[in-house]
């Protein structure tokens, strides 16, 4: 494929002093967005950007996903919508963690909408847009199920008899599905369908309910408008089956010393991994202070089939060796040729059969989590169309 590749953007780390180097294709980000939509039955597919657009850079996947033709950004924070304003000027921007005490002017400021989940939340944007002399928009979250954010069902089902909804524009009524994922889980459909009850008592108001795996739901609560996350970024929202999405992240990391140890030696903290025979160990300049998580240890002896953390070199899968530490991750690379690698040569530890669901899954946690846990300190080279 071919595509122009723009490495260490304003502020970025070069690339030669840095212990990774982060792939982020914006082309294939584009692709994903596209696919989703159209697999959303009609419905508008907006973009989730939290999480400084799941470790990719808002200021980078924004404009790309806004050329792609995406018009609704969701945020978590007010902070986060700032930015994506600033990358998109012309998209509708919703802040999903609702609205602090006092903020309500600064969403106005920024042309930002606040996601109102409870009462009160709501009886204070009325009073500010009363104090305005203006309706400005806002989304109303109604809880279906999660028990985390959101008016209750029932509270839900009384919106259209609550005065203060005259006072400012409902442009969106939304919720959350708690395991889309898990195709088969009766819980969707009693989620569609309280849904849908609270939707028909307010005729005109736009609905939205699917993430990333509830587009693909046999349901198809795609409503008028879809809120995709994971699965732009290259996640599987489809768990058991093959991924339809395009990979967009890829990590390298550089070996900073090749060392042989003998048997019996133990490598890394608390000699938790111990060496039986001569093993040879690739010391990589990466940690959990990137962001790669600690969870990924590997904890008992060369040899055992351990769930744990894995590099490829040239394509071969190489374990982890010890406890991941703050900057560095011993590998056990024995079985690569002795010539066939080198000090400051770099290997792959996200790409190719180590994607984000199954880096995940080897360190006992979420694709979610590689992926909003990318550090700070690796070298980025965004590939595609840049803003």
């Given at each position: ?43 508008e ?5 939290k999480a ?6 808002i ?5 790309a ?11 978590a ?6 930015r ?18 006092g ?10 909408r606040p ?19 203006r309706?400005?928009?806002a ?23 609550r ?13 959350h599905?708690?395991?889309a ?11 569609v369908?309280a ?11 736009r ?35 093959d991924?339809?999405m ?5 990590l ?13 030696d ?7 991994w ?30 055992e089939a351990?769930?744990?953390?894995q ?9 982890f ?21 080198r ?17 995940g ?8 989590e590689?992926?909003?846990n ?14």
């Amino acid at each position: 494929m071919t595509r122009t590749e723009q490495t260490n953007p304003a502020g970025g780390i070069p690339q030669g002093m840095a212990g990774g180097l982060l792939h982020i294709d914006l082309s294939a980000l584009a692709s994903n967005w596209r696919r989703l939509r159209d697999n959303a039955g009609g419905a508008e597919a907006a973009a989730v950007v939290k999480a400084d657009a799941y470790g990719t850079g808002i200021d980078q996947a924004v404009p790309a996903l806004a050329r792609a033709g995406c018009r609704t950004f969701f945020v978590a924070h007010l902070s986060e919508a700032i930015r994506v304003r600033s990358a998109a000027p012309d998209a509708t921007i919703y802040v999903l963690n609702g609205l602090f005490p006092g903020t309500s002017s600064a969403y106005v400021e920024h042309d930002v909408r606040p996601v109102l989940g409870s009462f009160e939340e709501i009886d204070e944007w009325a009073a500010f847009c009363r104090s305005q002399g203006r309706k400005h928009a806002a989304a109303i979250h109604v809880d279906t199920g999660m028990n985390r954010l959101g008016l209750t069902v029932a509270q839900g089902m009384t919106l259209k008899e609550r005065g203060e909804l005259k006072d400012f524009d409902t442009a969106l009524l939304m919720s959350h599905f708690v395991s889309a994922e898990e195709s088969g889980n009766p819980l969707n459909l009693r989620q569609v369908e309280a849904f849908g009850a609270v939707r028909e008592t307010l005729p005109g108001v736009r609905a939205s309910l699917a993430n990333s795996s509830g587009i693909f739901l046999k349901e198809k609560p795609h409503f008028d408008l879809v809120r995709p996350g994971y699965a732009l970024y290259g996640g599987n929202p489809l768990p058991d089956q093959d991924n339809p999405m395009s990979p967009v992240v890829g990590l390298e990391a550089r070996i900073v010393q090749l060392r042989w140890v003998e048997e019996d030696d133990t490598v890394g903290y608390n000699a938790r991994w111990l060496s039986l025979g001569r093993r040879r160990i690739a010391t990589l300049s990466v940690g959990y202070a990137d962001g790669y998580p600690r969870s990924a240890s590997a904890r008992g002896k060369s040899g055992e089939a351990l769930l744990a953390g894995q590099v490829l070199v040239a394509g071969r899968p190489c374990p982890f060796a010890g406890n991941v530490s703050m900057d560095l991750i011993t590998v056990d690379v024995t079985d690569i040729p002795e010539n066939g690698i080198r000090r400051g040569d770099t290997v792959t530890m996200i790409g190719g059969s180590l994607t984000i669901d199954e880096v995940g899954r080897r360190a006992g946690t979420i694709g979610y989590e590689i992926l909003t846990n990318l550090g700070r300190r690796y070298a980025r080279a965004y590939a595609g169309k840049q803003a």
